[in-house]
């Protein structure tokens, strides 16, 4: 049986937070906004994550999945970027907010320490010498994150771009599409006919 992304049984956020003032929308490819002191809830979709260098090189430092929070009041990065991954729906809390609710403060937590899982994971996939074997343990990670069961194995439920696996593993695009070419020769992976990734049910470290 396929591994479901933890993102799909991810309980909804709750309603009483709700409201139509809190709730922004954005479309696919859409940059966010972020607020020194406001904090970003994801209530559905999926939010990219990335560093922008001064040569204008975008570096993927994580996803945002339902129930997860983000926003410049949890990072030290600066040129800290968010850009929906997907229509996506957000809700937005001040810092008073957050702190004189216990109940949204654990909620908070519980996203957060996905999070901080998922950063660990993909601060270990570098240690990975061959650029092969980061590229696969990155796909199996993303399994985890944003994967839907499929009749094949498990789909991403996002596109992700061969730029933005690249940067995400320290390697260059052209790399990146050759390694993918590798895989889908192998029958490791596949796509479906919007270009999503499908992990084979056989696919293993």
Known sequence: MANVSTA???PPVEERWRSSARVHTFSMGESIWMEPERIWLVS???VLLNLLHPEGEEVVVGLATPGTAFGLPLTRLTAYQAKALSKVELMLFTLMEVESSPNLTQS???G???R???AEGLLGITSHRRIEDRLRHLLLLLKQEIGQPHPLGTRY???LTHQQLATAIGTSRVTMTRLLGKLKEEQWLTYDRDRHIIL????ET
Request: charged share 20%; proline share 0%.
């Open 8 to 10: 799909a049984i991810t």
């Open 108 to 110: 908070l937590v519980r």
């Open 112 to 114: 957060l320490a996905r």
């Open 116 to 118: 901080l899982s998922q």
């Open 44 to 46: 559905r979709g999926v």
């Open 200 to 203: 084979i049910n056989t696919a």
């Open 157 to 159: 439920s996002v596109r």
